[in-house]
């Protein structure tokens, strides 16, 4: 089993930035793609991005769009969110997640590990 550990979650304000880190056990981390998923209370999870186990692919969700970006350090089992520009609608509980060995992640069903979770709160 793959355990997934994020951090760097916080408070901000609208039009600020922060980067979420995720740390992945194991040695096999390189042959996993990685996502980022978002949860708000009421809502349902969603995709937000993601990254091939190499790292040269990446997808997000449009209102993410260059605003986001997604990377990966093989070396230090970690994959990473830079998020710009945040806005108060980027409120949610934010989690890492690792899919089937050299698959791709654009929803919940392709994701077979997640972490627990770290909180984004962004004010207006």
């Known amino acids: 089993q793959v355990q997934l550990v994020e951090s760097g979650g916080g408070l901000v304000q609208a039009g600020g930035s922060l980067r979420l880190s995720c740390a992945a056990s194991?040695?096999?981390?390189?042959?996993?793609?990685m996502g980022w998923f978002r949860q708000s209370p009421g809502k349902e999870r969603e995709f937000v991005a993601s990254i091939s186990s190499g790292g040269g692919s990446t997808l997000y969700v449009e209102s993410v769009k260059g605003r986001f970006t997604i990377s990966r350090d093989n070396a230090e089992n970690t994959v990473y969110l830079q998020m710009n520009s945040l806005k108060p609608e980027d409120t949610a509980v934010y989690f890492c997640a690792a899919g089937s060995r050299y698959g791709v992640i654009r929803r919940n069903s392709d994701a077979w590990y997640w972490g627990q979770g770290t909180q984004v709160t962004v004010s207006s």
């Open positions: 194991g040695r096999t981390f390189s042959s996993y793609p």
